[in-house]
């Protein structure tokens, strides 16, 4: 019976017509499926590679200082030069401000 699925002829062992048919489409069914399954584990996986290299870019943002963030997105374009100075004036003042000591230092010195 296995062999008259697959398209030969238990009698005499030749190849019949139908069988023949159904074994080429099966097969080709089968690596359609295959072919379709290959391509999606290629883009899971560049998707997953991308939001890996995403999730690398934003924590170097975020771990680098306020100051050299600026000067990157400067850099870059993302920022004139006017916009540029106002945020580093703003920035410079703010540290300036943390770095002075505070009422309650000035009364344990």
């Known amino acids: 019976m296995v062999v008259g699925i697959i398209g030969l002829d238990p009698t005499n062992g030749s190849v019949t017509t139908e069988f023949g048919f159904l074994f080429f489409l099966i097969g080709a069914v089968t690596l359609a499926i295959a072919g379709q399954l290959a391509l999606s584990v290629v883009r899971q996986t560049n998707a997953a590679s991308a939001a890996n290299s995403r999730d690398e870019a934003e924590l170097a943002e975020t771990t680098e200082a306020p100051i050299e963030t600026l000067r990157r997105r400067y850099a870059e374009g993302k920022l004139s030069d006017?916009?540029?100075?106002?945020?580093?004036?703003?920035?410079?003042?703010?540290?300036?401000l943390a770095e002075a000591p505070t009422d309650r230092e000035r009364v344990l010195e």
């Not at 006017?82 to 300036?96: K, N, P, S, V, Y």
């Open 82 to 96: 006017e916009e540029f100075q106002r945020r580093l004036d703003r920035l410079l003042e703010a540290e300036e």
